[in-house]
């Protein structure tokens, strides 16, 4: 059994293109603070190894993953598939229910919208 209720939400971020980089996923992870604000989450190294908390060294490790791939949608889309991979995260928690994602390509951006329930 699942412990997400269900109230459902809406994540909107607008990433510039040629701007992808280490800190694009830290945005989607600091909507939630055991990310960000419980360090009894965080990986026991995390701030031995210099980050600010787990967003930053989970956004980091999402982009080495992918920062190979040139084509920023394709980059864009496959640093997405990771995040919802992150242990504790949307995707991986039983706190949170279902969820679905798009990217729109804008001109000169993209923007990513989750909906989930929580």
């Not at 990433?15 to 026991?44: I, Y």
């Not at 995260?89 to 989930?116: N, R």
Request: charged share 30%; proline share 1%; aromatic share 12%.
């Amino acid at each position: 059994m699942s412990n997400h209720g269900n109230n459902a939400h809406l994540l909107v971020v607008v990433l510039e293109k040629g701007q992808l980089d280490k800190d694009s996923m830290r945005e989607f992870l600091q909507t939630d603070a055991d990310f960000t604000d419980n360090e009894d989450c965080f990986r026991s190294d995390t701030i031995e190894l210099g980050y600010e908390d787990e967003a930053q060294r989970v956004s980091e490790e999402i982009w080495y993953k992918h920062k190979k791939i040139t084509n920023d949608a394709k980059r864009l889309e496959k640093m997405m598939k990771s995040l919802f991979e992150v242990p504790y995260f949307i995707g991986t928690s039983d706190l949170y229910g279902d969820y679905t994602y798009e990217i729109t390509d804008v001109g000169k951006a993209f923007v990513v919208s989750i909906a989930y329930v929580q």
